[in-house]
């Protein structure tokens, strides 16, 4: 499991969501990023948007697991706080600029306004350290943003066992309550979207709970199109 896979009931990390192929993208032109704090949910929902388009998939945790050979908790107690942030930045950065030709612009094949022939822009499931990132911060403007909004108690809660997450305090609720502290002016400033991710109500199945957050970052970012595929001009936050 990934650093932000929502859990299933049983444990299990959260497959996909049954459908038989792509839906239409509201969004062909314009990468999305999901952010949020640790155990926010942003694997689970943007691997499951990705699937649901058919675009690439790019999850911080198991790509800088599959370049390092360490998680993020590893990389943090090896090298240092400071060390994995930079590596979830680079990440994130070479995320959004991997399908961008030598000048700069998107790679959108040669068929001009036939969505056709447009190269997918990738759905990425951003580290939580990167809003505290300038050069990210920055990097998200022309993206559709999705934040995944969750209280700092009910992620304790979800992390509790979660041994592959970094822990920079032993008090696991107070850490998290310091993080959404310091980050949610940013979470704010860089959302186009944001999302609450709930609890699962008790009796609820977890499956449909997780569905219904998909279903609602979907329809929000759908909300989001402007003509020609392309996302929103201004952020939430913006002044």
Known sequence: MTDDTVATGDGAPSGGDGRTGPAADPLPRCPVVVVGLMGSGKTTVASRLAGRWGRPFRDSDADLLAETGSTAAELARREGADRLHALEADHLLRALDEDRDEEGHADEGHGGDDRGDLVPRPVVAAAASVVEDER???????????????????????????????????DLGRMLRDMDARRRPLFTAVADLVVLSRAAAPGEDPGRWIEALVDEAAAGLAGLARPGGTGPDVKRGST
Do not use: S, T
């Not at 403007?141 to 032993?170: K, N």
């Open 136 to 170: 990210c911060r920055a990097a998200l403007g022309p993206a559709a943003v999705v934040w995944l909004d969750a209280d700092p108690a009910e992620l304790a809660r979800r992390q509790a066992d979660g041994g592959h997450r970094p822990a920079y305090d032993e």
